[in-house]
């Protein structure tokens, strides 16, 4: 039998929320190339949403609560891998939050108490996973994290979310910096939009897929499995010399100049309603 890409390998997972979620997709493609997976939570409420899913894959997942505002429960959720495993050979950040009230308007009305909630959870987060898994890679390792356009363009509706995407991915590129000598990869994933729940706090998003759906270069939207398959290429072997990078996974809308003139009138019929 041929040999999975992820046999004998295992990772953390921080940031599944449901089955339509990107962590899922990856959680998904990584289990079908054979990793074993943990999975971490931050309250039993979540906790009910991710253990049905878990029973899905086909190694039993180590479950995890963790809640990423407190650097205690970071480190105990860390402290439980190494003494269930040892080690982990990859690590997923999937976590980014704001308040969806202050996705609308101005960017410069977000209030002060926002903009730190948001770099907190959406950054510092991923500093402090990166700082914790280190120690638990000792031969190497992988570490991806999620961003989205909206960090290098300003996209409607995202407002404090795509500053906060900006930091991590400059904070992605120093953390590959810093690991790197210890033999830990570390990217990011630019991911096209997708209907999730982190989605569904942003105003207008229906009008943005079908935007993207309109003027992409493969004139169709992304899915989290699509997603999927490029985080375990760079979890993988596949990328063992990739780092530092933002691999942009949105079927080519990250490269469009301009709209598809071919569909013009139905680009007018989206910006009609109001995008």
């Known amino acids: 039998m041929e040999k999975l890409l992820m046999d004998g390998k295992r990772g953390l997972i921080m940031g599944l929320a449901n089955d339509k979620s990107i962590a899922w997709g990856i959680a998904q493609a990584l289990n079908n190339q054979g990793a074993q997976l943990a999975v971490s939570y931050q309250n039993e409420v979540m906790?009910?949403?991710?253990?049905?899913l878990c029973l899905q894959l086909d190694k039993e997942p180590l479950l995890l609560q963790c809640?990423?505002?407190?650097?205690e429960s970071m480190e105990k959720c860390f402290a439980k891998i190494a003494q269930e495993w040892g080690k982990i050979d990859f690590l997923v950040h999937a976590i980014a939050f704001s308040d969806k009230n202050q996705l609308r308007g101005r960017t410069?009305?977000?209030?002060?108490?926002n903009f730190a909630m948001t770099m907190d959870i959406s950054c510092f987060s991923f500093l402090e996973a990166?700082?914790?898994a280190a120690p638990l890679m000792g031969d190497g390792g992988a570490i991806v994290t999620l961003t989205y356009m909206g960090s290098e363009k300003v996209m409607p509706n995202y407002n404090i979310m795509g500053v906060a995407k900006a930091a991590l991915e400059t904070s992605m590129r120093y953390a590959a910096f810093d690991l790197g000598e210890q033999g830990i990869r570390v990217n990011a994933i630019s991911a096209?939009?997708?209907?999730?729940?982190?989605?569904?706090?942003?105003g207008d998003f229906?009008?943005?897929?079908?935007?993207?759906e309109l003027n992409s270069a493969l004139a169709h939207n992304v899915t989290p499995e699509d997603v999927g398959m490029a985080a375990l290429g760079l979890l993988s072997d596949c990328g063992r010399a990739i780092t530092g990078e933002v691999v942009h996974v949105d079927c080519g809308y990250h490269a469009q100049g301009m709209i598809r003139m071919n569909k013009a009138a139905e680009n007018a019929a989206v910006l009609s309603e109001g995008l």
């Open 130 to 132: 990166c700082k914790l």
């Open 47 to 52: 906790e009910k949403r991710v253990k049905p």
């Open 108 to 113: 410069v009305d977000t209030t002060r108490d």
């Open 192 to 202: 096209g939009p997708i209907k999730t729940l982190a989605a569904s706090g942003i």
């Open 67 to 71: 809640d990423v505002t407190s650097s």
């Open 206 to 212: 229906r009008k943005m897929l079908h935007w993207n």
